[in-house]
């Protein structure tokens, strides 16, 4: 999952809905987003990032998004590649 991130999803098969389809059918089981959401805290912002939109759309427990957005700074801005078609992909400092 984690990997998936760092690269934007370039290597996926499918295209970019339906690679954003299967990883929010993974994270949304349960406990999946909260553990991944924990893990991600030692990864590059750009994962956070998308990782914290992606919740979004899960409307993922506020507190674990908190602790994303808060520990990304508010003027930086990420490239999400196959991600940004997210409709939280702004709102998480999507180019």
Known sequence: MIEMLRTRGRYSDIDPAGTIRQLLR???TAGTFER???SALD?????RA???ALGEELEANPR???RLR???NPLSTFDF????VLPAAKKWQAR
């Open 70 to 72: 808060d520990s990304l």
């Open 36 to 38: 991944v959401a924990r």
């Open 43 to 47: 990864e590059p912002p750009r994962v």
């Open 81 to 84: 590649g196959l991600l940004g």
């Open 26 to 28: 993974i994270l949304g």
């Open 64 to 66: 674990t998004l908190k």
């Open 50 to 52: 998308m990782l914290g």
